[in-house]
Structures are given as C-alpha cells and as structure tokens.
C-alpha cells in the first residue's frame, strides 16, 4: 500500500490477518499464554474493522497494522522473557 499498489496492499493485509486469527486461537508461536491482556486481539479487531472499510481509511489502516504488528513483536518479546524466567526459576536460578 505504501508503494501505491492499494488494491494488491488490501488483499494481502486480509490474507495476513486471517492467518493471524486462525494461528492464535489457541496460544500462538507455542505459546499457551499468548495475549494475556489481550492487547494483540484489540489491535487485531481494530485492523479488521478498518479493513472491512476498505480504502477509504487507507491511512488509518495502515496505522493501525504498524499498532498490530508492534503488538504483536512485543508479545513475543514478553512471552519469550518469560520463558527465559520460568526456565531460571525451575533450575533454581537468581530472579532478574
């Protein structure tokens, strides 16, 4: 979209949103806890409704996608740091 292939841009953004919601159902990446807060989901449903209005929010949809994915990368930044936690508390490991 922001080459100006808008039509190209739209159709890839639903395919990658649909595989999104299908791929965290339940847990995402292997992780079970994924979007506790459901940050990632809100983001999502906010990037959905701009998508169904199609290009005349071509602007705010786009914002809204770089929100998604920002969600998205600091969710598994979390879901990642907790791993590494718990995997330090098992072992009997400091707390950091």
């Given at each position: ?25 339940n847990g ?49 930044h979390f ?18």
């Open positions: 979209m922001r080459l100006g292939q808008d039509e190209k841009g739209l159709e890839s953004l639903k395919g990658g949103i649909t595989l999104l919601a299908r791929e965290s159902r995402y990446l292997g992780y079970e806890d994924w979007d506790l807060n459901g940050l990632v989901r809100t983001a999502m449903r906010r990037t959905v409704l701009l998508v169904a209005k199609g290009l005349e929010e071509k602007q705010n949809l786009m914002a809204a996608t770089e929100r998604l994915l920002i969600r998205i990368d600091d969710e598994e879901q990642r740091r907790d791993v590494k936690f718990q995997e330090r508390k098992d072992r009997g490991g400091p707390d950091d």
